[in-house]
């Protein structure tokens, strides 16, 4: 079971802006916990997209990007393109569970 | 170059065991946990637990502990998760993934995935 809530679907036309919410509780993201991003493309394996609330790896466009506040997180997108269709994923820690979480995952349709 | 290569394809009948791998390469294996997280058919995903291949310290999810074993083998940088007796709600694509934690009390994050192994459970 998620303990990290996402929208299940997002759309946007190409080139414009779209965000995604993560929303946890005081013991995960507010807590002080870190978020991150993955974005999966159909039929493939996750992707880290954002590392630490707003870090991007090499190689990541810098069209996402991320953002935490107290007890959410977002992820935008901006200048969005048809490659960007794919299933978005918050993670976190969870200190009462003791381990890693993922959220409920958003599905980004380019219209 | 770091690579996560998982191995192939499993399906077996409810009751059986099963163990799949993971080989770690291009990096230090012992320098980085390794995750394992679970994908059901049409589903999100599902952080299932990790282990530490420099001690083969483990800790799992609730929701996967006593149904799962992590173990490695750190002296050919592998990684493996196990059934003792398969369900038919094991089948899924589970992947492994490099741990890697943030800073100091910040958690971790998974940089480095496998290709996935689809475990089919079926009579």
């Known amino acids: 079971q998620s303990v990290l809530t996402q929208p299940p679907s997002v759309s946007g036309a190409p080139g414009q802006r779209v965000t995604i919410s993560c929303t946890g509780s005081?013991?995960?993201?507010?807590?002080?916990?870190?978020v991150h991003w993955y974005q999966q493309l159909p039929g493939t394996a996750p992707k880290l997209l954002i590392y630490?609330?707003?870090n991007r790896p090499s190689g990541v466009p810098d069209r996402f990007s991320g953002s935490k506040s107290g007890t959410s997180a977002s992820l935008a997108i901006t200048g969005l393109q048809a490659e960007d269709e794919a299933d978005y994923y918050c993670?976190?820690?969870?200190?009462?569970?003791?381990?890693?979480?993922f959220g409920t995952g958003t599905k980004v349709t380019v219209l | 170059e770091v690579q996560l290569v998982q191995s192939g394809a499993e399906v077996k009948k409810p009751g059986e065991s099963l163990r799949i791998s993971c080989k770690g390469s291009?990096?230090?294996?012992?320098?980085?946990?390794i995750s394992w997280v679970r994908q059901m058919p049409g589903k999100g995903l599902e952080w299932m637990g990790r282990?530490?291949?420099?001690?083969?310290?483990?800790n799992y999810s609730p929701s996967f502990q006593g149904h799962v074993t992590i173990s490695a083998d750190k002296s050919i940088s592998t990684a493996y998760l196990q059934w003792s007796s398969l369900k038919a709600s094991d089948t899924a694509m589970y992947y492994c993934?490099?741990?890697?934690?943030?800073?100091?009390?910040?958690?971790?994050?998974?940089?480095?995935w496998g290709q996935g192994t689809l475990v089919t459970v079926s009579s």
């Open positions: 993934a490099r741990h890697v934690a943030v800073r100091a009390a910040a958690g971790y994050y998974d940089d480095y």
């Open positions: 291009g990096y230090s294996f012992t320098s980085y946990w």
């Open positions: 282990i530490d291949p420099s001690d083969s310290y483990t």
């Open positions: 005081s013991s995960n993201i507010g807590a002080g916990y870190d």
């Open positions: 630490g609330n707003s």
């Open positions: 993670q976190s820690y969870d200190s009462s569970l003791s381990g890693g979480v």
